[in-house]
């Protein structure tokens, strides 16, 4: 087997944010966690950067670095989610204070570290939040950007269009600046829109399947997404809420049950009524230079199967 990938998680915990740092951490042999860097974004940055220790102690995993980012968005004021989240962002299991302590150094400044000390083309970016931590890192270190092997993000929509306004996906409607820093910065992208997670359900029977594995990890989990479908079961009818940020590594795991076009994604910075859309040039009718593999379709139980397994190993 290959050596494991080496990534960065950036976030902003969220129950789904929750399962995708699961799942990195269950998948060892494929994946080398780096070090988790928190972002305001669901809930305040205080609290992100809180559940995120929260996530790895109850996955066992009191040594993985966790750090603190950026506090606001580049430009505009935060906007949180605690209407889907809850208010601790993190709602479902009982929560504790962490004991496993915050690092000192600044999440943006972690990331610039990490990838001038590590062979360029051999760390990958995973964001599960508003993207501002990594386009405050190209900001202040360009030199970075090319040190970048793939930055694997969770957020966008196209044909689904918006779930935080008609036209916008939350991460990115939240830092519409930020997005547009690393969709134009030139580095690989890789993209879960919710043309995607939203066929990645939280059905009774796979929330259930977690359940089962009876861990600490395991119930801890099932909890979390048990809250967190009830707001999307409510708004889109459906069963089950879509999973959204552990695609996100998923995809870093198993790469076959992921099926997109690469595309020019354009990022709205302008209009009142549409900022933070992602413009996605599905159908390729402009000349605008490809910048984002899109992806749009997924094995959705094969997902479900691996972040089972891969938990149930914590
Ligand atoms: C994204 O927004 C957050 O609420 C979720 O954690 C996910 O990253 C989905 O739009
Ligand atoms: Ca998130």
Redesign the pocket.
Same mark, same amino acid.
């Given at each position: 087997m290959a050596n494991p990938r080496k990534i960065i998680i950036d976030t /902003?915990p %969220?129950q *789904? *944010?929750a399962a995708a740092i699961m799942l990195a951490l269950g998948s060892p042999l494929e994946l080398d966690l780096l070090g988790v860097t928190t972002v305001a %974004? +669901?809930v305040p940055l205080s609290r992100t950067q809180t559940n995120a220790r929260i996530v790895c102690e109850f996955a066992g995993r009191p040594d993985v670095k966790v750090f603190a980012g950026c506090e606001r968005p580049l430009k505009r004021p935060p906007v949180t989610?605690e209407y889907?989240?809850g208010p601790t962002g993190l709602d479902g299991p009982e929560l504790f204070e962490p004991t496993m302590p915050l690092q000192d150094m600044n999440g943006v400044d972690f990331i610039i570290d990490t990838l001038r000390t590590h062979e360029a083309g051999t760390v990958t970016l995973c964001t #599960? %939040?508003p993207m501002t931590n990594v386009a405050t890192a190209f900001q202040h270190a360009p030199d970075i950007i090319a040190r970048v092997k793939e930055v694997v993000m969770?957020?966008g929509a196209y044909f689904e269009v918006g +779930?935080i306004t008609p036209a916008a996906?939350? +991460?990115i409607y939240v830092d519409p600046e930020a997005a547009d820093i690393v969709f134009k910065s030139g580095v690989p992208i890789v993209m879960m829109p #919710?043309d995607l997670?939203h066929k990645v359900l939280t059905l009774k029977a796979r929330v259930e399947k977690i359940r089962a594995l009876g861990s600490r990890a395991g119930v801890a989990l099932a909890d979390m997404l048990d809250f967190f479908e009830r707001f999307d079961v409510e708004k889109y009818g459906s069963d089950g809420g879509p999973l959204? /940020?552990p695609t996100v590594i998923a995809y870093l795991i198993k790469p076959e049950i992921f099926s997109g076009r690469h595309c020019n994604v354009e990022i709205e910075l302008a209009s009142e009524l549409t900022l933070g859309m992602t413009v996605v040039d599905w159908w390729r009718v402009t000349k605008r230079e490809k910048n984002a593999m899109v992806m749009k379709d997924i094995d959705a139980q094969a997902f479900f199967d691996l972040l089972t397994e891969r938990v149930g190993r914590l």
């Open positions: /902003d %969220g *789904d *944010d %974004g +669901n989610a889907v989240h #599960l %939040g969770m957020g +779930n996906e939350f +991460n #919710l997670t959204h /940020d």
